[in-house]
């Protein structure tokens, strides 16, 4: 069996952070007079911390020196972080621990490509930590996505090429970023925002074993797409 690198993005895919991302930046958003939305915050998904405050400022039309914008960046920081300290294996999404079981029985890669600089922190509360070969967070990227910085770093820790890994993704930004690296991509969400994927599921719970198989055997991108169809 072909081994393949499956590379995951760790809000909305592996835990739902998202919502406590939103709650957080509402808060910093209101606190500035600023207008925030769930529709505002889908676009803030896969990208960030200072990509998304300077969204929001934006959105809001408000300037600021980089002090009190390196103060804002760390109170929403400290309030998400109130947040995940509660963190349970409960909180994990349906699918992911059978899938990664899966994949370390089958004798596959498994990294984590994420914009959160709090992605090591998430997976140990969780208990998932032990199953990464490597993580690739916002500690160790220049450039965030659509830029595929943090995929190639990924498939470059498994010791992969690029056009050998897989990426899961809920944020537009993420599948951007993984068709760029030439990779596998599948959409964890809605196909009306991840038409851009190569395969779009509900979550990781629907992805069958008979699927997952196709998936590692794929010779190419291109051949994974024709042959789903």
């Given at each position: 069996?072909?081994?393949?690198?499956?590379?995951?993005?760790?809000?909305?895919?592996?835990?739902?952070?998202?919502?406590?991302?939103?709650?957080?930046?509402?808060?910093?958003?209101?606190?500035?007079?600023?207008?925030?939305?769930?529709?505002?915050?889908?676009?803030?998904?896969?990208?960030?911390?200072?990509?998304?405050?300077?969204?929001?400022?934006?959105?809001?039309?408000?300037?600021?020196n980089p002090e009190q914008f390196s103060s804002l960046m760390n109170e929403k920081n400290k309030a998400y972080l109130?947040?995940?300290?509660?963190?349970?294996?409960?909180?994990?999404l349906p699918g992911v621990v059978h899938l990664l079981d899966k994949l370390l029985e089958m004798g596959q890669k498994?990294?984590?490509?994420?914009?959160?600089?709090?992605?090591?922190?998430?997976?140990?509360?969780?208990?998932?930590?032990?199953?990464?070969?490597?993580?690739?967070?916002?500690?160790?990227?220049?450039?965030?996505?659509?830029?595929?910085?943090?995929?190639?770093?990924?498939?470059?820790?498994?010791?992969?090429?690029?056009?050998?890994?897989?990426?899961?993704?809920?944020?537009?930004?993420g599948i951007k970023a993984a068709n760029a690296a030439q990779m596998i991509s599948i959409g964890i969400g809605k196909?009306?925002?991840?038409?851009?994927?190569?395969?779009?599921?509900?979550?990781?719970?629907?992805?069958?074993?008979?699927?997952?198989?196709?998936?590692?055997?794929?010779?190419?991108?291109?051949?994974?797409?024709?042959?789903?169809?």
């Amino acid at each position: 069996m072909t081994t393949k690198g499956f590379i995951f993005d760790l809000d909305g895919v592996i835990v739902d952070t998202a919502k406590y991302h939103f709650l957080a930046w509402k808060d910093l958003a209101s606190s500035l007079g600023i207008p925030f939305t769930e529709a505002q915050n889908e676009q803030l998904k896969g990208v960030s911390r200072v990509e998304s405050l300077n969204k929001i400022l934006t959105w809001g039309n408000v300037t600021m020196n980089p002090e009190q914008f390196s103060s804002l960046m760390n109170e929403k920081n400290k309030a998400y972080l109130t947040f995940i300290d509660q963190m349970t294996e409960d909180e994990i999404l349906p699918g992911v621990v059978h899938l990664l079981d899966k994949l370390l029985e089958m004798g596959q890669k498994i990294a984590l490509g994420s914009a959160s600089k709090n992605a090591k922190l998430i997976l140990e509360k969780v208990n998932l930590l032990g199953y990464f070969d490597c993580i690739v967070d916002g500690n160790h990227v220049s450039k965030a996505k659509p830029d595929p910085e943090v995929f190639l770093r990924g498939a470059s820790g498994l010791g992969l090429e690029a056009t050998q890994c897989v990426v899961f993704e809920d944020a537009v930004a993420g599948i951007k970023a993984a068709n760029a690296a030439q990779m596998i991509s599948i959409g964890i969400g809605k196909s009306e925002y991840l038409y851009e994927a190569d395969l779009v599921l509900v979550g990781l719970d629907h992805l069958s074993d008979v699927l997952l198989t196709h998936v590692i055997n794929a010779s190419s991108k291109n051949s994974f797409k024709i042959n789903i169809k």
